[in-house]
């Protein structure tokens, strides 16, 4: 997931307020596309949450020489399988949330996909409940964020409110930095997994997308290959 804000007229990427640190996005475009060329059997999925004008982050996929590796399926299409994403050569399908305008090359957040709570201040409370996209939507999204009830107070909202699919709650999980000692509380196996094959029998389909702060200090690698049937 990436988070992309403008600072100075260019398009940069940071969580919330970028004041402790920002990366220009051309900068991690280019690792997404190194990536793709160094690992050329691999299907990447990017989520963006937009803060600026679409045009200006569509150029940056431009200037990146990503356009030709992005899947977009037809309208009402089937999804290809990996194995024909690879053989096509477009292994990059990138999500956007459409509040700052829309573009072809990128398919809608809130209509490809829906996704549970992101404002949770306390393990016990974490479940799988709906919170934003549309229920039919075809890909399943599991937030699996932890913010400090102080953080949350700062950023303006109550760390007892509740977040519901209908009023579109989950406001202000956006302006809380990730916190490391909170994501080690969530990450590590057996929390997360029980809680992702929690959300898979309570909605009777598969996880598409997990996301977690600090993937790399946490099980979700994993975790995703056991989900998948690929490690006992």
């Known amino acids: 997931?990436?988070?992309?804000?403008?600072?100075?007229?260019?398009?940069?990427?940071?969580?919330?307020?970028?004041?402790d640190g920002h990366v220009p996005l051309a900068s991690a475009l280019s690792q997404v596309r190194g990536f793709l060329e160094d690992n050329p059997r691999e299907v990447v999925t990017i989520l963006l949450e937009l803060h600026l004008p679409v045009a200006s982050v569509t150029a940056s996929f431009d200037a990146a020489g990503l356009r030709p590796l992005?899947?977009?399926p037809p309208s009402n299409a089937a999804w290809p399988t990996l194995a024909a994403?690879?053989?096509s050569g477009q292994r990059l399908v990138v999500l956007a949330d459409d509040s700052q305008g829309s573009s072809p090359q990128f398919l809608p957040l809130l209509s490809t996909a829906w996704l549970t709570r992101s404002?949770?201040?306390?393990?016990?409370?974490?479940?799988?409940?709906?919170?934003?996209?549309?229920?039919?939507?075809?890909l399943m999204v599991v937030l699996h964020y932890l913010t400090g009830a102080e953080a949350a107070a700062q950023a303006g909202f109550d760390s007892d409110a509740?977040?519901?699919a209908d009023d579109g709650a989950d406001a202000g999980a956006a302006?809380?930095?990730?916190?490391?000692?909170?994501?080690t509380s969530i990450n590590a196996n057996p929390f997360l997994i029980?809680?992702?094959?929690?959300?898979?029998?309570e909605h009777a389909r598969r996880i598409n997308i997990v996301a977690v702060d600090f993937?790399?200090?946490?099980?979700?690698?994993?975790?995703?290959?056991k989900l998948n049937g690929l490690a006992p």
């Open 70 to 72: 992005i899947h977009v």
């Open 215 to 225: 993937y790399d200090s946490s099980d979700v690698v994993t975790t995703s290959q």
């Open 162 to 164: 509740g977040a519901s």
């Open 85 to 87: 994403m690879i053989t």
């Open 175 to 183: 302006d809380v930095y990730p916190d490391l000692a909170l994501a």
């Open 1 to 19: 997931m990436l988070e992309i804000h403008e600072i100075d007229g260019a398009a940069v990427v940071c969580s919330s307020l970028c004041d």
């Open 194 to 201: 029980e809680r992702m094959r929690g959300c898979e029998a």
């Open 119 to 138: 404002d949770f201040h306390r393990a016990a409370d974490m479940n799988c409940t709906r919170a934003r996209g549309d229920a039919s939507a075809p």
